[in-house]
T-cell receptor
Framework: RKEVEQDPGPFNVPEGATVAFNCTYS??????FFWYRQDCRKEPKLLMS???SGNEDGRFTAQLNRASQYISLLIRDSKLSDSATYLC?????????????FGKGTKLSVKP | DAEITQSPRHKITETGRQVTLACHQT?????MFWYRQDLGHGLRLIHY???????NKGEVSDGYSVSRSNTEDLPLTLESAASSQTSVYFC???????????FGPGTRLTVL
């Protein structure tokens, strides 16, 4: 089982739609969770951290379920500018003293 | 403004040549990382450093080396470039291990 698995995508949605991405992680000792956004041919950038109680940033809502080892990202009222690849990222201390583990990403395309 | 830069942004080289990719950050971050990103694999960690004179192997370190002689720089060297090392390389830095990594703009390397 891969350490971080995401919906394969791509997701093609119309402007204004609500879209949800899911992610599962295999290491129950994982301590920190993030969603990164990567635009085409650009570097990844932090979108938001994910907290145990769930958190919201404008149109974006992140949820964490530690019991199920599951993370989600909900985007409401999608904009054309939301088109990008969304990376689920998990941190845990491992044999290499701990590093971020990146999922392969889910591609979102928002159409007019 | 603090930043992280990579050079060159694009490079074409031949099999067997030694190649060095530069990474420079002005945040004074202790932690620096090198990743490669390929279709179907996502971001994979090559090497990382938690401070001056500290270097560690990541998931895909074979054929690569790094050195950390100061806080600002972590150059990545391909000892003898192979076609399998054709990829996009991202450098990143972070203030501490559990939090956000800031990525450079990437270097697109082609090995012929």
């Amino acid at each position: 089982r891969k350490e971080v698995e995401q919906d394969p995508g791509p997701f093609n949605v119309p402007e204004g739609a609500t879209v949800a991405f899911n992610c599962t992680y295999s290491n129950s000792a994982s301590q920190s969770f993030f969603w990164y956004r990567q635009d085409c041919r650009k570097e990844p950038k932090l979108l938001m951290s994910v907290y145990s109680s769930g958190n919201e940033d404008g149109r974006f809502t992140a949820q964490l379920n530690r019991a199920s080892q599951y993370i989600s990202l909900l985007i409401r009222d999608s904009k054309l500018s939301d088109s990008a690849t969304y990376l689920c990222v998990v941190f845990h201390y491992g044999g290499s003293q701990g590093n971020l583990i990146f999922g392969k990403g889910t591609k979102l395309s928002v159409k007019p | 403004d603090a930043e992280i830069t990579q050079s060159p942004r694009h490079k074409i080289t031949e099999t067997g040549r030694q190649v060095t990719l530069a990474c420079h950050q002005t945040w004074n971050h202790n932690n620096m990382f090198w990743y490669r990103q390929d279709l179907g694999h996502g971001l994979r960690l090559i090497h990382y450093s938690y401070g001056v004179q500290d270097t560690n192997k990541g998931e895909v370190s074979d054929g690569y080396s790094v050195s950390r002689s100061n806080t600002e720089d972590l150059p990545l060297t391909l000892e003898s470039a192979a076609s399998s090392q054709t990829s996009v390389y991202f450098c990143a830095s972070s203030r501490d291990r559990v939090n956000e990594q800031f990525f450079g703009p990437g270097t697109r390397l082609t090995v012929l």
